[in-house]
């Protein structure tokens, strides 16, 4: 019996590459279908009618391809804004990703968050939402940059420059935001700047984001009413990583270089769609 599961990953770019890595660690027996819209990117620019258009219209391709068990909106611009819509249309099981609001707010000591995500994100009704909800006593210094999201790209595709981005992220990025003793990051793409933003807040500073949480919930999905243990990635797992055998799914040319960066992220498999 054939025990591999299908997970179909969406993003405008490379950001959901942060919740496919915690996936990959997470899970065996696991294919991946990413999905990038990188001929809409960034997607924190797009008004929510075009948004909702493309992330319908690429769904729509990818599944006359394959159908996954389950689908990861990894993206939280997206997850904001189209997820009840998607859930509403498909009879396939949705895991989105939105800002890390209540656990900041419980893990923070000053009440002061600081929340980091796309133009689209931090303003939108569902963000407003989770603060009420979850952090109404808490001060929030929010900062909506597509820059970020330029940064993390031109970071993950040439693999280095990091301190030219340290110094780009510090001109960017508006002083209050230092002052929070906890930071939100809300974008997907956001993980991949960590090592450089935890250099420019003061020691002690925490960072969320939703990775580990979005991999149990999968977990649970995926393996609901089986035992859980069975599905632990073996020791094996980084040998065959790199063997490769993941598909990915792009809406504009990649560059050969890029697919080789690809290949080393367990990629094989390339489509253009
Ligand atoms: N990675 C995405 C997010 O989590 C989108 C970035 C963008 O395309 O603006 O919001």
Redesign the pocket.
Known sequence: MNSTKKIAIL???I??LTIYEELDRTLKDVEFHYLMDNR??????LDADKLIERVFYKLDVLLQDTIPDLVVV??????TQVLDKLREKYSLPFVG?VPAIKPAAELSTSKHLCLL?????INGDYVNNLILEFASECKITRFGS?KL?EIAELQFWSSTADTKNEQLLLELIPQECYQADTVVL?????PMLKPLLVNMWPEGTKFIDSGAAIARRVKSLLYIGTDIEQHEPSMLKEVERYKGKHHFYMSAALTPTQIIRLNTAGFKHFNHI
């Not at 809409?40 to 620019?45: A, D, N």
């Not at 809300?186 to 956001?190: I, V």
């Open positions: 993003d405008s770019g950001g959901g809409y990117l960034p997607y924190g620019e990894a993206c939280n611009t997206a997850s990703v995500a796309t133009p689209a994100t597509s999201v809300g974008c997907t793409h956001f």
